[in-house]
C-alpha cells in the first residue's frame, strides 16, 4: 500500500491508509474534497493544483481533521496541516559519493537543538569541515522527526517521514547529508520505530496502528504482526527507504529494537535492512543499519536465516564496564560491572554479559560472540542516554579526573568496535547534556514535569532541572570552547583517529588481546599495541593517566 | 534450582521457591513447621518420617496455605493439601521399550474422561490392545494435569507435575504408560506450558511466574523472560523431562507455541525439546516433541540456531481445506478455504498458507516449507479443538454424507504428514464432543456458563449445552460403537493403517503429487498411488465417494 503524497509536474496524487472510516475527505487549502475509497480502507484523491508547499490535512466524518501520517513537513508543528514536500526537487551536489566502508565508521552523535545557539541543521552543517578535519567519519542525528514544541531530543517523534520544522523542515535535511557528503562525511540518521510520542500521535485515529496484544512501557505496541499489519509495515519500511533514497542517508540507527515486539517469521527488522540495503544497491551506494540492542544477542546482527539482518549493534557493556569502574558507581546497571575484566573482556570479545546471570536483571544475559567481526558492535563512553539520563546530566569527564580523559579515547578509539562519540566529547565540554521537552499539552506537561522531579529527589538530587523550562534546554547547549586543556584533548582524538585509520584493517580483522597490569591496559594485535595507565600513578613506563602507542615488533 | 520434594528411603526434602516471602512453613500431615531459607528466594525442609502418601503444604506468614507449585498428587483437589509421590517406586514391566521412529507415528487423540463410562487411565488402558490391533502407534493423551473439580478438557491445569486424582493420579499414569509400551504403542502426553487455568492457580503467590510484560489471552503472560525467569523455566522444564524420565512418555504435545512469548535468545520451546531429547538418550529412548502452532512458520520444527528445535508441528490447514471444501463452511477460519487447490497444496507441501495474504487473518501468514520432510507434519481430520468448539460439539462425519468418510480417511492416513486420529473416529462415532468444565467458583462457573450461551447465541445456534452441566460432560462420552457401519469404518482405518505401514519409508521421504480430475483426487508418489472420489456420483471408475490404491507401474 501507497503511503503519503506523490508529486509530479502536473499536480499531485494524495493517499491514506484509513479503514476506520467510511469516508474521508481531504482539506486542501481550506477546501474539504470527498477522497475515492480503493479497497481496503485505502482513500485517494488526485488534484492538479497541489504542488509543493500547499497544506492539506485529512478530515474524518465527524470533523476531526488531521495530519497526514505520511507527512513530510509540519509548517505550524504536529498538530496542524501538513505541507507537500517535493524530495525530487533538491539540486545533488555530492557528485561521486558512494559512501563508506563499514569498518571505517566513527560515529559522531549529535542533536541538532543543543549542538548550536540556532539549533537547525543549518547552522550544524557548519562544523561539518570541522568534524572531517577531528577524523570522524559520520555523523549520527539524534531523530528530526517532528515533535510537539521545540526542544525535545527527538524520540518523542510521531511523523515518521517528517523533518521538525524547526530544525530546518526536510529540505534543510537534504542540505545537510549533500553538504556533509562533500565534506567526505557520511551521515546516519537516528530512527524511532518502536513507539511514537505521547502528544501528536494521530495514526491509531486511521488505522490500527497499534495493538493490544503488546505491552510496551509506552502502552500498546505498533501492530507489526497482527491483524491489518501490512499497511503498518509498510508505512514504516517506506519511511526507512525514504531516508535512503530520498534524503540519501548513509545508514539508519534503529532505535530500541528490543522494544519493537514481532512474531512475524521475518521481523520488521530483517524487514528494513533487507530494504534499505536494497535500495542502496540500486543507488550504488554502501548503505548500513545501526541497531541499538539491549538484548547483547548475537542474532541482531546476523544474516541468515532467523538473524535481523543490521549491520552492526549498540554494545554498551564496554561503556558501562569503564564508567563503573572509574566512577565507582554501581547503581542501576552499574550494579553488573565494576572489575577490571569486565573492560579487557568487552574488548576482547565484543560483550561482558554472553549468557551469564546478570544481577541486575535478574536472569542470564546475553549470548556469545564467538565468530562475529569487530565491526559489528558499536561502543561508546557516552551516549545522549548515559548523560542525559543522569539527573544532572553530567558527561563522564565530570565524575572522574579530568586527565583521565585522554587514556579512555585512547581504549575508544583504538578499541575493537566501531567507535561513537557523543557531541561535545572531543574537546571534553563541561556543559551537561540534560533531559528537555517542550509538551504543549498541559497535562502531559506538568506529569513530565513533575515525574522528572520525583525521580531525582528519589535519586538524592535537591535542586531539579525542569525538562519543561527552557533554561534546562540552553543549558545543554555546546560551548565549542576551544581554550585551556580543550584543544589538547581534541587533538588526542585527532591523533587517535589517525592512528584508527593507519591500523583499520588489522583493527577490523582482528579481536585484540586485553590484559591488565595494575592499572595499565594493553591492549594488543598483530600490528601495534596500545597501552593505557587507568590509575593516577606512574606505572610500567607510563605516566599517571598516561598512554602509548606502539608498534608491533618494538620501536 | 531444584522444584518439589525429593523422596528417598530415609525420609523426604521439601524444597520451593517463594522470594515473595521472607519466611516460609511447610505443613506437615497438620504440624506446622518453619522451613530454612536457602538464598535466592529458595526454602527447604527435611523431614525423617514424609514418604509416599504424607499430606503437605505451604503456609505462608500471612496464614494462607497452598499447595506445592511442583505437586505430583493432589487427592482433594488443586485447592487442597499436596501429597508426596515418590515416582521410583512403580515396577515397570515393559522390557525392551525403546520407541519407535519419527516417521512410524500415527497418533490417536484420546480425553481420558470421556474416552469411557468410568473416565479414568486404568478404564481407558483396557483399550489399549483394540487400538494396537486398529493400527496407531501412539496414543495422545490429553493434558492430564490437575484442574478444579472433575471434568474438563484439561486445558484448565494449574500444576505441572502433577496427574488429575479422578483419573486416577499419578501411578495410574505409570500404569497406563506401562500397559501401552507393552502393547507396543507409544505415548504422547498433551503439556499446556502457555498458560495456567483461572481456578486454583497460585504459583503467582509464591513467586513471579507471570509477568505483565505479556498479555495473553488468559491475562498477564508466564514469565519465561523477565527478571528472575530462571527458576521459572527451570520449572516448566522439570515437569517435561519428569514425564520422560519417571513417566516414560514417548512424547510431548506442547499446547499453543505460538501463546508462548519469550524473546531470550534461546526459546523456552527450544529449551524443552533438546533437554527431553537429552534425557530421551540418556534412557536410550526415542523422544519427540511435537509443537501445536497456528504459526505455519518453519522454525517451529528447525533445529539450526533460531530454531525451535520440535520434532513436528500440527498443520492445521490440511484439516481446514478439507473441512471447509466437504462442508461448504465459510465461517471463521474456513474463510481462508474452501478450493479443491488448497487440499492438493496441503498434501504436496505440507502448509496451505506459505506468506500469502490471509484474508481471515488480515496479513500474510506462514513461510514457505521446502527442504522440510513429510514426518515434520502433523495432519488431522479433526481434533478436540475443531469439533469440540463447536457450538453443538458435531464431528465432521456429522456434517457431511457420511459415505464421504472413508476416502477422507485415506487422505488422512496414506498423506504426507503423520496422521492424528481424533478419539472415536475410527469407527465413525456418532457422539458429540462438547466443551465442559466443572468449575467450582461460582463467579467463575456462571462466567463461562454465560459467556458461551452468548457465543452461541451469537452463532445462532437455540439450544445450548451448559459447559457446566454434568449431562454435556456425558453426552460426549463414547459410545465405542461395533454395529452399523461403524465396524466397517473401523476396518477401512485399519486396512489404511496396514498400507501405510507397508509404504512407510516412501511416505516420509517423498513429498506426493496431488491432481484433481473433476472431484477425484490423486495422490502419486514413486511407489503407489491413492485415487479418492470425493463427489457424490461415480467418476474416472471409482463409485461416489470411492477410493483405490494402485502400486506404481500398475496392477
Not at 485517494?44 to 513537513?73: K, M, N, V, W
Not at 486511521?206 to 501492530?223: E, K, Q, V
Not at 574537546?427 to 506537561?445: K, M, N, Q, V
Not at 593507519?502 to 598483530?526: D, K, M, Y
Amino acid at each position: 500500500m501507497k503511503h503519503g503524497v506523490e508529486v509530479t509536474n502536473r499536480g499531485s496524487t494524495f493517499r491514506v491508509w484509513a479503514p476506520r472510516h467510511r469516508s474521508l475527505s481531504l482539506v486542501l487549502d481550506g477546501r474539504t474534497l470527498p477522497m475515492n475509497p480503493q479497497g481496503q480502507g485505502q482513500f485517494s484523491l488526485y488534484s492538479p493544483e497541489a504542488s509543493a508547499g500547499t497544506r492539506y490535512a485529512y478530515q474524518f466524518e465527524d470533523g476531526r481533521i488531521r495530519p497526514d501520517p505520511a507527512s513530510l513537513r509540519q509548517p505550524e508543528g504536529v498538530h496542524r496541516a501538513s505541507a507537500v514536500f517535493d524530495t525530487k526537487a533538491f539540486r545533488w551536489r555530492e557528485e561521486g559519493w558512494e559512501g563508506i566502508d563499514l569498518e571505517a565508521l566513527v560515529f559522531y552523535e549529535l542533536h541538532v537543538g543543543t549542538f548550536t545557539q540556532e539549533g537547525t541543521l543549518d547552522a550544524a552543517a557548519a562544523y561539518l569541515a570541522e568534524l572531517a578535519e577531528l577524523g570522524v567519519t559520520c555523523v549520527e542525528l539524534m531523530p528530526v522527526q517532528p515533535f510537539a514544541g521545540d526542544r525535545n531530543w527527538g524520540y518523542d517523534g510521531v511523523l515518521p517521514y517528517a523533518v521538525h520544522e524547526s530544525y530546518g523542515g526536510p529540505v534543510a535535511l537534504q542540505r545537510f547529508v549533500d553538504a556533509a557528503h562533500r565534506a567526505k562525511l557520511a551521515v546516519c540518521l537516528d530512527v524511532v520505530f518502536n513507539h511514537f510520542g505521547p502528544e501528536g500521535n494521530y495514526l491509531g485515529e486511521f488505522a490500527p496502528y497499534f495493538s493490544s496484544r503488546h505491552r510496551t512501557p509506552w502502552g500498546d505496541g505498533i501492530n507489526y504482526d497482527g491483524e491489518d499489519c501490512g499497511p503498518v509495515r509498510e508505512l514504516v519500511v517506506g519511511a526507512a527507504t525514504q531516508w535512503i533514497r530520498d534524503f540519501h542517508l548513509d545508514a539508519l540507527r534503529l532505535d530500541a529494537v528490543h522494544a519493537i515486539p514481532d512474531e512475524s517469521p521475518r521481523r520488521i527488522v530483517r524487514e528494513i535492512a533487507d530494504a534499505v540495503r536494497d535500495v542502496g544497491r540500486e543507488m550504488g551506494r554502501k548503505i548500513y543499519v545501526v541497531a541499538e540492542s539491549d538484548l547483547n544477542d548475537r542474532r541482531v546482527v546476523e544474516r541468515r536465516p532467523g538473524g535481523w539482518g543490521t549491520s552492526s549493534a549498540w554494545a554498551d557493556d564496554f561503556h558501562h564496564a569503564v564508567h563503573a569502574f572509574l566512577t565507582g558507581e554501581r547503581s542501576h546497571y552499574y550494579a553488573d560491572f565494576g572489575s577490571r575484566e569486565d573492560i579487557s573482556r568487552a574488548l576482547e570479545e565484543g560483550f561482558v554479559y554472553q549468557g551469564q546471570f546478570s544481577p541486575f536483571r535478574g536472569r542470564p544475559h546475553g549470548t556469545p560472540t564467538k565468530g562475529l567481526l569487530p565491526p559489528q558492535f558499536v561502543f561508546a563512553l557516552q551516549n545522549h542516554d548515559q548523560v542525559g539520563n543522569r539527573p544532572l546530566g553530567e558527561r563522564m569527564i565530570a565524575l572522574i579526573p579530568r586527565e583521565a580523559w585522554p587514556s579512555l579515547a585512547a581504549i575508544l578509539v583504538l578499541g575493537p568496535a566501531l567507535p561513537l562519540l557523543f557531541m561535545g566529547e572531543e574537546y571534553g565540554e563541561t556543559r551537561p547534556f540534560l533531559y528537555f521537552t517542550s509538551h504543549s499539552d498541559p497535562a502531559l506537561a506538568k506529569a513530565v514535569s513533575e515525574g522528572r522531579k520525583r525521580e531525582l529527589i528519589a535519586a538524592g538530587v535537591g535542586d531539579v532541572p525542569d525538562p519543561q523550562d527552557p533554561a534546562t534546554f540552553l543549558a545543554s547547549k555546546l560551548s565549542h570552547r576551544r581554550d585551556g586543556d580543550h584543544g589538547v584533548i581534541r587533538g588526542v582524538y585527532q591523533e587517535l583517529l589517525r592512528m584508527r585509520r593507519r591500523f583499520q584493517r588489522c583493527i577490523a580483522e582482528e579481536w585484540p588481546q586485553a590484559a591488565w597490569a595494575g592499572n595499565v591496559l594493553a591492549i594488543s594485535r598483530s600490528q601495534f599495541s596500545l597501552r593505557a595507565n587507568l590509575g593516577p600513578d606512574a606505572a610500567s613506563g607510563l605516566p599517571p593517566w598516561g598512554w602509548r602507542v606502539e608498534p608491533a615488533g618494538g620501536a
